[in-house]
């Protein structure tokens, strides 16, 4: 078996592929896999980091701007397209693949259509509700379109070649009851579990430190641990002091650059409060964690925004919309959902009904359909 996976520019577009691979090569150990993605794009530390080879080409997105620098960009973006292509088609003739998946981000386009014109199976995965503009290009030359949810469906005119297999799940990401997910922590009351995403949003990082201070101030009864991303940590603790907050003489405030064993922590969360990248939507449904939901409103087709309707339109989720989450709104939706248990139960219920905790195995079966 010979697989190639392509997509890039985010984690969200990466790391489904690096769940398939994994997978794949757990269950055909002597799979032969290669990954292709863009030359300078965040796959190239994190598929050399999972163990695998990654071939890379250039290549960039296009404005839709009409300005004279954009203009500019575009045409040298067309240009790289060009030769990415070509890239794309020296690297598929010599690998000979049996089968290309693409997880979405340009870098996974030129890949998937010179897969496509060969003739070989070719399917593309769209992890988010609303599909990225790579994966609605593809749609009409790739073998099927595997999608998150149900309601992805409605975003594809080529609805007979979708499948709903939902988003693959990362190591140690499964359902755990929450009693037992904390004691293994040795965490013996409410649990809340915050993150803006691995750089770490701003905004959201200055709210939550606005939180710390609400916390500290009224001897909040629960326990804390914030994850501020990269960027957030190179400011955000001078904040949290400016604000009076003293970590230090504070157990129940736990502020860390990374929450490396993450899927532990949101297990035990009983709320967790994060972005709506579409990855920490289905682990939030896998681990039954209501959630305060807070999309992004700084991203592609404000497909964040999708993402967390999709929960929250079905009760599995409380929304907020960014200039909603002051640290006092918070605070108080916080205090009034532990203080509610049986809401609390119907969120956690309804997360875990959408929860799809086989999509790697079904990305496998069909996989083997054609290889």
């Not at 500019?72 to 598929?92: H, P, Q, S, Y």
């Not at 929250?312 to 108080?332: H, I, M, N, Q, W």
């Not at 009034?336 to 086989?358: G, S, T, V």
């Amino acid at each position: 078996m010979r697989v190639m996976l392509t997509g890039g520019g985010t984690a969200g577009h990466i790391n489904p592929a690096l769940a398939i691979a994994k997978y794949v090569r757990k269950r055909r150990p002597s799979a032969e896999i290669q990954f292709v993605g863009a030359t300078g794009g965040m796959e190239e530390k994190l598929v050399a980091k999972a163990g695998f080879d990654l071939k890379t080409y250039r290549v960039s997105g296009i404005s839709r701007s009409f300005t004279p620098k954009a203009m500019f960009e575009n045409v040298r973006a067309a240009a790289r397209l060009a030769a990415a292509m070509r890239a794309a088609g020296k690297l598929i003739d010599e690998f000979k693949p049996d089968i290309v998946i693409g997880t979405g981000g340009f870098a996974s386009f030129p890949a998937v259509r010179s897969a496509a014109k060969r003739g070989i199976p070719t399917l593309i995965h769209e992890s988010n509700v609303m599909p990225g503009k790579t994966n609605k290009q593809l749609a009409s030359c790739c073998t099927h379109v595997l999608v998150c949810s149900e309601d992805t469906l409605k975003h594809f005119s080529q609805k007979e070649k979708c499948i709903v297999t939902g988003n693959p799940l990362r190591d140690g990401m499964v359902f755990t009851e929450k009693a037992e997910a904390k004691a293994a922590l040795g965490i013996h009351c409410p649990l809340v579990y915050s993150a803006w995403g691995s750089l770490g949003a701003k905004e959201m990082n200055r709210m939550t430190a606005g939180l710390f201070a609400l916390e500290q101030k009224n001897g909040s009864p629960f326990k804390h641990i914030h994850s501020t991303g990269s960027y957030g940590y190179q400011w955000m603790p001078d904040l949290v002091k400016e604000l009076g907050v003293d970590l230090d003489a504070d157990p129940n405030i736990d502020m860390r650059e990374y929450v490396f064993d993450a899927p532990a922590v949101m297990a035990a969360a009983d709320i967790t409060l994060c972005r709506a990248g579409a990855m920490t939507m289905s682990e939030v449904c896998a681990t039954g964690t209501p959630a305060i939901i807070v999309p992004s409103p700084n991203v592609a087709d404000d497909h964040q925004r999708y993402n967390a309707r999709s929960l929250s339109d079905r009760g599995a989720a409380v929304y907020l919309e960014e200039a909603e989450a002051t640290p006092e709104r918070v605070f108080g939706l916080i205090n009034e959902l532990l203080a509610d248990p049986e809401r609390l139960e119907k969120i956690r219920a309804a997360a875990l009904n959408m929860a799809i905790f086989d999509a790697t195995e079904r990305i496998y079966d069909i996989i083997c359909k054609y290889v």
